[in-house]
């Protein structure tokens, strides 16, 4: 009997151990998790290189058609109120574009005149502007003398005229296709401000109709990101303006008005329209007042243009698109390193586009899908109903027989 237990005994141990030893070369399953997860991210940042990738290759059609989708967005709401009011379509798309040219072109004229007539004045004329440079060079901290002051203009002149000179066929490629992508963003812009609305109701229709209106509020938007964009760009120009102008009229610059509008449109173009202000408020500075008001003009455009690119631009981008800071000050560093000057312009656009389609997806996704249930569960309960009022009367017709 004993032999016979221990028997038994060995052969339930023996499966018990095989089983052990064969779910110790089993893969823990936070490992399989984990390897899973893995793998679906490796797919999603391939098929994001792919895309960038595209991206830069098209970047001569791709961002004139990303700056025309901003403008349209923004613009298109004039649009369709001339539409509205019986305007034909082409009318319609043309009003606001050439309003936003006229607005330009009326603020460059106004900057040009008022420029003119300070330098003009008896005041500021070619000598005394000479002459407060020299007597700012040979005062301390720098102590030139007047052949050095004369050495140093000789070898800028030098090095200016043998930088125009080397201007070559890049340059003048760079300079065809900067004038080909200003026009072609016109031309887009035109066409989206028109026939918008008609293309993606074309694009939504081919869609399979249970996703039709998850895609169409995506579209929306978009639109509506872009031009929450655009609005916060506008805003923060103007709030470096105002910055700006108050500093300068502490300094006694002259022309605070007409650098004030050179500030608010260069805020649209970032990086360089900041660069492009500053210098220009630099030199008005130096030229009628002097070298000294210049150095403080300058440190006054460095301190306005921190605080937009570190405070200003994340607060009025991310309360406008609706993302956080972090996101914003992320994607102007990302999109500059990668795509340069319009990478950093077009960087938050196009990930506050792409975060609101998507949530705008999925939401409407929910939808649909609630009141799919919803109305599925109506019918099985008013289904339900009937039947019992069938059994009940069943059961009364049996009893009365």
């Known amino acids: 009997m004993q032999s016979t237990a ?29 390897s899973s997860w893995a793998k679906g991210l490796l797919l999603i940042g391939a098929a994001l290189g792919v895309i960038l990738w595209v991206a830069l290759k098209l970047r001569v059609a791709l961002v004139p058609f990303l700056l025309a989708l901003i403008a349209a967005a923004a613009l298109r709401p004039v649009a369709r109120r001339l539409e509205v009011r019986r305007v034909p379509k082409s009318l319609a798309a043309a009003i606001p574009i050439g309003t936003v040219g006229a607005i330009f072109a009326g603020a460059g004229w106004f900057i040009y005149l008022r420029t003119r007539a300070t330098f003009e004045s008896n005041t500021v004329t070619e000598t005394t502007i000479r002459d407060r440079i020299d007597e700012w060079l040979m005062a301390k901290p720098f102590d030139l003398s007047r052949g050095q002051i004369d050495d140093a203009e000789a070898s800028i002149s030098s ?24 026009l072609l963003t016109l031309v887009l812009t035109f066409f989206l401000v028109k026939d918008g609305p008609s293309m993606w109701n074309g694009v939504v229709g081919r869609v399979n109709p249970v996703r039709a209106d998850a895609v169409r509020r995506s579209g929306e938007a978009v639109t509506d990101t872009m031009s929450a964009y655009l609005r916060s760009v506008v805003l923060t120009g103007i709030a470096d303006a105002l910055l700006i102008g108050a500093g300068l009229w502490v300094l006694g610059v002259p022309l605070v008005v007409p650098l004030m509008i050179l500030t608010a449109v260069a805020g649209l173009f970032p990086v360089v329209g900041a660069v492009v202000a500053g210098s220009g408020a630099a030199v008005v500075a130096l030229i009628t007042v002097g070298p000294t008001t210049a150095i403080w003009v300058i440190v006054l455009t460095i301190v306005v243009q921190q605080i937009e690119g570190n405070v200003m631009q994340p607060l009025i981008v991310a309360r406008q698109v609706a993302i956080h800071p972090v996101v914003v000050l992320v994607a102007l560093t990302a999109g500059g390193a990668v795509a340069g000057l319009a990478g950093a312009f ?13 949530q705008a997806f999925s939401n409407e996704l929910e939808v649909d899908t609630v009141g799919a249930s919803g109305d599925s569960t109506g019918d099985a309960l008013e289904q339900s109903s009937v039947d019992r009022c069938f059994a009940v009367e069943d059961a009364d017709v049996s009893s009365g027989l």
């Open 346 to 358: 077009l960087a938050v656009p196009v990930v506050a586009a792409g975060i609101a389609a998507v």
């Open 159 to 182: 090095w200016v005229s043998t930088g125009v000179s080397s201007l070559g066929v890049e340059q003048a490629t760079l300079a065809v296709q900067l004038l080909a992508g200003a």
């Open 6 to 34: 221990s028997g038994s005994e060995r052969l339930a141990i023996g499966p018990v151990s095989a089983q052990r030893d064969r779910s110790a070369l089993l893969v823990p399953v936070w490992l399989e998790r984990l």
